[in-house]
Each structure stands twice: as structure tokens, then as C-alpha cells.
């Protein structure tokens, strides 16, 4: 075989053994481990954050309208800019809806309502926290919505000592001075808070609050209440008879008695009852057969009792003056006045605390206060000692009933008030 023939044979035979080896590799080839192939997610696209959007201007505008005493209620709106003519209408629709204008307190509450264009849409006014009104636009003109509060009435207990006057005691406890005058209303025939007041009295009532909400008004009866001096104990127990509300001691006796014990509710007493007494203006010793009151001009004084108007007017020294007749031959005298209640003159009846003039300092007078006397058969009397008749008791035919509404009363305020 030539040499040629054979370097072919031989090629052939190598290219059929690598393609042999090649289909069975497989089988001795070593295990691969498998890939695990993770997805790569790209990130958002940044976004551009949105500019703030300015908030929209209110759809109305609520405006407070401030009071002033004597306001009417188409004044005050002309204040701020509601025409006379729409304020009439608005003040036509909250009469024909029941609203007392005629007075209208600085207290009570008015707010406006407008649009956009400074138009009202709406007027609300709030005479007391028990009532309120709102008065809206409509198209058939102003239509009147009417709310009412009912008060939640609680009694609560209010006890306290006097350490400098009883106003400052009331204070203390955390209560008005409105109170002041009830408890001293209560009493004002048996004890004079001006002359008898003293530190170290106590006192303890119980009295109705009333609230709106949670929010204190103010006050309605005082059912019961004690006043504890350094000699007794001044026991009011409220009762009511004939729609009238009356207070009586523990008893069934009126507390109210025919003279007050004093003319003022609260001042100081400058000079006493006395038959020689250094006189400030005249000079020498005189009698002073009354007790002087200092008070500020102004205040008002109240009659003792109800009398018959017997003069009143200028009266030499005792300057602005007003004489009163009453019952049982008493006569009470009122000097130095700063001027009268107005349509007080002689023949005029008055009623026990009726207002009859006011403290000033006219006549012989060194300064502002109310020179008082009584005179009984002609002759003046110590209106400090004076003993008065007392008022009508409890009526036989009720006086069960009372001392079982007092006993339960005062058991009461002494287990929530002890002195």
C-alpha cells in the first residue's frame, strides 16, 4: 500500500474514534452544581414632589358683635356694616319668633355670619344661656330657628368663716357675691350684717346651682341656711306656699319681720345711738338719736318697713330727707341724701325694701353717709335695740308638713356642711 493510502486510513480511523468519545461522554462527565439566577429589578423612577397647594379661602366668615348697654339690636348690626333695612327685617323675624328686645344685656351674645361677597347669610343672638336664636337667609326671606336649654339644677352645699367681712368669706369659698345678698336677704330682720358682723362667724346653706352644660349660670333658692355667731344660731328654712317662697326659723316662724334691721345691706356704722355726742360741724355735746351708716354716694337705701310717704325733700340740716309713717305709731327718718327715687313724695306708699332714695352728703354733713332714726309715739328710739313684730308663723293647717320639710332640711346641710 502506497504511503499516501495510508496517512488517509489513518486520518479517517481518528475522526471515528473522537466521534465515538464525543456521543459518550456523558456518562463520565462530572456533576455541575445549578446556578440560581436572581432577577434584578431596577429602582422607580424618582418623582418630583408636588408643590403645596394653598389651603381654599373659608366659604363664610363668622364675625362676634359686641354689646353695649342700650344697644338696639338694628344699631349694633349697622356697626358692622349690616344695612338698617335688612337689620330691621332680622330684628322683625326674632320678635315675631318671641325675642324680648326691648333690653338687651352687654352679657348676651350676637355674631354675623357672611359669605364671600360680605353678604350675611346668618345672625345669631343668645340672650341667656337658656335661649338662643339664629336667624338665616332663605330664599322667602329670614327664617328664625329657636333653641332653649333646659338648667340642670343641683343643690349644693357652701359653708365658710368670716375672717374680715362676709363678702371676702363668700369669696373664699369660691362662691359670687350674689350670694352674699341672699344669705343676708334671708336674715335682714333679725340680724344686721352691717353693725353685728364679727371674725369668727360661720355659715353653711344649701343652695341651687344652675348649669348649662357643665358650665355654672348662676343661682336659684337657697333651701336652707344657718348663720353661727359667738351667742346663736340664725336657722332660714325655705317653704313655699301659695307659688310664694317664704323662709322660716326651725319653729314655723316668718323670718320676715315688720321693720328690717337696717335701711342699707352693707356698710359700716360711724356713729351710734347716744344722748351726748361731740357734734363735728356745730361743736358741743348733743344728742344723736340715730345711727350714721357710711356708704359711698350712690348707694341705694331701702325702707324698713311699708309706710305712708309723711315728706320728703330739703329739710335744713339734714339736707335731702325722707320721713315715713308707719304702723303701730313708728316713724323712720332718712337724712342726707344725695337725692330721691324718683316719684317719691308726700301721700306715696312704699313697701318694705323699696329703694327710697340714695346716700349722699347734703345738710350738715362732714362726709357720705345715711343718718337713720326711728320715733315711736313721737319719741326716737335705738333702732339697734328697737324689738319689732314678727311676720305671719306657718299656717296650722300646713305645720306638720313644715317641720318635717325643715328637720330633713337641716339634717341635710349638717352632714354635707358641718360648722
Not at 379661602?57 to 338694628?74: F, I, Q
Not at 341667656?128 to 339644677?153: C, F, H, K
Not at 364679727?198 to 333658692?221: C, I, M, N, P, S
Not at 313684730?389 to 337641716?410: K, N, S
Request: proline letters at 8%; a positive charge; hydrophobic letters at 40%.
Amino acid at each position: 500500500m502506497s504511503r499516501r493510502k495510508l496517512l488517509v486510513a489513518g486520518l479517517v480511523s481518528a475522526i471515528l474514534s473522537a466521534a465515538v468519545l464525543a456521543s459518550t461522554s456523558w456518562w463520565v462527565a462530572e456533576p455541575v452544581s445549578p446556578v440560581t439566577t436572581v432577577a434584578v429589578v431596577p429602582p422607580p423612577p424618582a418623582v418630583a414632589p408636588a408643590p403645596p397647594v394653598a389651603p381654599a379661602p373659608p366659604a363664610r366668615r363668622v364675625e362676634p358683635v359686641k354689646l353695649k348697654r342700650g344697644d338696639t339690636l338694628v344699631g349694633a348690626l349697622a356697626r358692622r356694616g349690616v344695612e338698617k333695612r335688612m337689620g330691621q327685617r332680622i330684628a322683625d323675624a326674632l320678635v315675631e319668633s318671641g325675642a324680648d328686645l326691648r333690653r338687651m344685656s352687654p352679657r348676651a351674645e350676637l355674631t354675623i355670619t357672611w359669605n364671600l361677597a360680605g353678604e350675611p347669610l346668618e345672625v345669631s343672638y343668645t340672650p341667656s344661656p337658656w335661649l338662643g336664636y339664629a336667624v338665616i337667609a332663605t330664599s322667602n326671606g329670614w327664617e328664625v330657628q329657636r333653641a332653649e336649654t333646659r338648667p340642670d339644677v343641683r343643690i349644693e352645699p357652701v359653708s365658710g368663716e368670716v375672717t374680715r367681712s362676709l363678702f371676702q368669706a363668700i369669696d373664699d369659698a369660691g362662691e359670687s357675691p350674689e350670694l352674699v345678698l341672699e344669705l343676708a336677704e334671708i336674715f335682714s330682720s333679725d340680724f344686721d350684717f352691717t353693725a353685728d358682723t364679727r371674725a369668727g362667724d360661720r355659715f353653711r346653706l344649701l343652695v341651687e346651682k344652675r348649669y348649662a352644660d357643665d358650665t355654672f349660670v348662676d343661682y336659684g333658692r337657697v333651701l336652707v341656711a344657718q348663720y353661727l355667731t359667738a351667742t346663736r344660731v340664725l336657722t332660714g328654712v325655705g317653704f313655699e306656699q301659695a307659688d310664694r317662697w317664704r323662709y322660716y326659723d326651725r319653729d314655723g316662724r316668718s323670718l320676715k319681720k315688720s321693720f328690717l334691721k337696717s335701711p342699707l345691706e352693707f356698710s359700716r356704722i360711724t356713729s351710734g345711738f347716744t344722748y351726748a355726742r361731740p357734734h363735728p360741724i356745730l361743736g358741743g355735746t348733743r344728742p344723736h338719736l340715730a345711727i350714721d351708716y357710711a356708704a359711698p354716694v350712690g348707694t341705694p337705701v331701702r325702707a324698713v318697713a311699708d309706710a305712708v310717704v309723711a315728706s320728703a325733700g330739703w329739710n335744713g340740716g339734714n339736707g335731702i330727707s325722707v320721713r315715713l309713717r308707719h304702723r303701730s305709731g313708728y316713724e323712720t327718718m332718712y337724712n342726707h341724701l344725695s337725692k330721691l327715687a324718683p316719684g317719691l313724695r308726700a301721700g306715696a306708699r312704699v313697701t318694705q325694701r323699696q329703694v327710697i332714695g340714695y346716700v349722699g352728703s347734703t345738710g350738715l354733713s362732714t362726709g357720705p353717709h345715711l343718718d337713720y332714726r326711728i320715733s315711736k309715739g313721737g319719741r326716737f328710739v335705738n333702732p339697734l335695740h328697737e324689738k319689732f313684730l314678727p311676720g305671719e308663723p306657718i299656717p296650722a293647717a300646713d305645720r306638720g308638713a313644715f317641720l318635717t320639710h325643715a328637720r330633713d332640711l337641716v339634717r341635710k346641710l349638717e352632714t354635707q356642711a358641718s360648722f
